[in-house]
């Protein structure tokens, strides 16, 4: 694993997690990594000193509370997604749409994901359409 300390263009700084240097550039490019301020997806990496650790047994105490920390969140949204995979019916890249149509009473209500882009969703926030970004996170098996 790998921490970054990223900068979105609006001047946001926070910390991110990655499985390693390359795991962070693809996800970059694809606009998987967002300011968690903002939502802003034109983020890169702010300049930061490196720390290197020999082993985990050598990590300082808050290190590793927060490696546990970020585990624990991961493990969350991950267990989220799987329930809204479960319950909610998958509309692809018509979310936006779809979403519309329910607020609108044109289609039954129930529980949708998908895909929107940036600006659809906020035009689904202009219009006082209530939805929820899960960032989207790698599965693996370890």
């Not at 900068?7 to 694809?30: I, L, N, P």
């Not at 300082?60 to 799987?82: F, G, N, S």
């Not at 909610?88 to 039954?108: L, M, N, P, Q, S």
Request: a negative charge.
């Amino acid at each position: 694993m790998i921490v970054y300390q990223l900068k979105c263009s609006g001047g946001h700084g926070f910390e991110a997690w990655f499985r390693d240097g390359a795991s962070y550039e693809t996800q970059r490019t694809a606009g998987d990594v967002a300011c968690p301020i903002c939502g802003d997806t034109d983020v890169g990496k702010a300049p930061m000193a490196p720390h290197v650790a020999t082993s985990r047994s050598h990590l300082d105490p808050h290190e590793r509370r927060a490696r546990e920390v970020a585990r624990e969140i991961l493990q969350t949204v991950d267990k989220l997604r799987r329930e809204v995979e479960e319950k909610c019916d998958d509309v692809g890249d018509k979310f936006a749409e779809e979403a519309r149509r329910i607020h609108h009473g044109e289609t039954e209500e129930r529980g949708i994901y998908g895909e929107a882009t940036d600006a659809e969703a906020v035009e689904l926030d202009d219009e006082g359409i209530e939805f929820y970004r899960l960032p989207r996170i790698e599965r693996r098996d370890n």
